[in-house]
Nanobody
Framework: QVQLVESGGGLVQAGGSLRLSCAAS????????MGWFRQAPGKERSFVAAISSWSGGNTYYTESVKGRFTASRDNAKNTVYLQMNSLKPEDTAVYYC????????????????WGQGTQVTVSS
C-alpha cells in the first residue's frame, strides 16, 4: 500500500502563486510516475500535470496550465511538487496527486494510488 499526502493548498488572489507538495510512503517511490489532477465543484476530476519516474523526470501538462505550472520531484525525499504561478480563478479546485506504474499518463484509470487532496482557491 502506497500512501500519498498533499499539502500547500490555500487561498490566493489572481496572479499569485502556490507550491503543492505530495509526500509518499510505502512502495518504491522512484519506480512510480506521478500525476497531478484537479476537481472543481460539479465537475469530473481532470488531468493537470505528470512527471516520469526518473530523477529530474520528463513532464507533460494540460494545455490550460502550460507556462504557468511546473511539476518536479525529489526521489530522495519521496516527494513530488507542483509549482503554480499566475493563478487564475478557473484554477480553483481540489488538487490530487497520484502514483502510476506507467510512464507519462493523463487518465485517472492509469493511476493506482491517490492522495486525499488539498484545496486551492483563487479569488478574483
Amino acid at each position: 500500500q502506497v500512501q500519498l499526502v498533499e499539502s500547500g493548498g490555500g487561498l490566493v488572489q489572481a496572479g499569485g502563486s502556490l507550491r503543492l507538495s505530495c509526500a509518499a510512503s510505502g512502495g518504491t517511490f522512484s519506480a512510480y510516475g506521478m500525476g497531478w489532477f484537479r476537481q472543481a465543484p460539479g465537475k469530473e476530476r481532470s488531468f493537470v500535470a505528470a512527471i516520469s519516474s526518473w530523477s529530474g523526470g520528463n513532464t507533460y501538462y494540460t494545455e490550460s496550465v502550460k507556462g504557468r505550472f511546473t511539476a518536479s520531484r525529489d526521489n530522495a525525499k519521496n516527494t513530488v511538487y507542483l509549482q503554480m504561478n499566475s493563478l487564475k480563478p478557473e484554477d480553483t479546485a481540489v488538487y490530487y496527486c497520484a502514483a502510476s506504474n506507467k510512464g507519462i499518463a493523463t487518465m485517472t484509470d492509469q493511476y493506482a494510488f491517490w492522495g486525499q487532496g488539498t484545496q486551492v482557491t483563487v479569488s478574483s
